[in-house]
Structure formats: C-alpha cells, structure tokens
C-alpha cells in the first residue's frame, strides 16, 4: 500500500498533548485496514525520538524534497505492524 504522505506537526498549545500520537495511531490503523504490514516514513531530524517512542526503527539517513522543493535532512524510519520486531 502506498500513500501521498503529509506532514503532520501539532504547534503551539496542541504540542505535547498527545495529539501527535493519536494522529500516527490512526494512520497505522488505516494503514492496517488497507492491508499495510509495514510503515515508511522521513522523519524529520526533530522528531526522530517521538517516532522511536512509538515503535520505529532507523534504517538509513538522507533527504526529504519538500513541496516547496527544498531538500530537508530526514532519517528513514519503519515500523513493523504486525508486531515482529524489525532488524
């Protein structure tokens, strides 16, 4: 399953409120439901420790093209959904 990813960052007084969180649970979910047994994603660098919590793993480092078309440093993230631990 493939998707046209969108950046999500709560700001501001919704910032550690755990809206984050709830968002990334359900976009595993739909993910889930359309048959995904993996989630991709280029984290930004500042949010590496946020998707770490939620159970992604590192597996590479390099750059995101933004829509505005400006590179972005990111780390490449995956998340096993089916629960198996990911090497």
Same mark, same amino acid.
């Given at each position: 399953?493939?998707? %046209? /990813?969108? *950046?999500?960052? /709560? ?6 409120? +755990?809206? +984050? =969180? =709830?968002? @990334?649970? @359900?976009? #595993?979910? =739909?993910?889930?439901? *359309? $048959? *995904?047994?993996?989630?991709?994603? %280029?984290?930004? @660098?500042? *949010?590496? %420790?946020?998707?770490?919590?939620? $159970?992604?793993? #590192?597996?590479?480092?390099? #750059? ?6 400006? /590179? ?8 096993? @959904?089916? $629960?198996?631990?990911?090497?």
């Amino acid at each position: 399953v493939s998707t %046209d /990813p969108a *950046a999500v960052t /709560p700001r501001g007084i919704a910032a550690r409120r +755990g809206i +984050g =969180s =709830s968002l @990334l649970r @359900l976009a #595993e979910s =739909s993910a889930l439901a *359309a $048959g *995904a047994g993996t989630v991709q994603l %280029d984290s930004s @660098l500042a *949010a590496v %420790d946020f998707y770490k919590v939620n $159970g992604f793993v #590192e597996t590479g480092r390099g #750059e995101h093209q933004l829509r505005v078309g400006s /590179p972005m440093a990111c780390v490449f993230m995956q998340k096993n @959904l089916s $629960g198996v631990a990911i090497q």
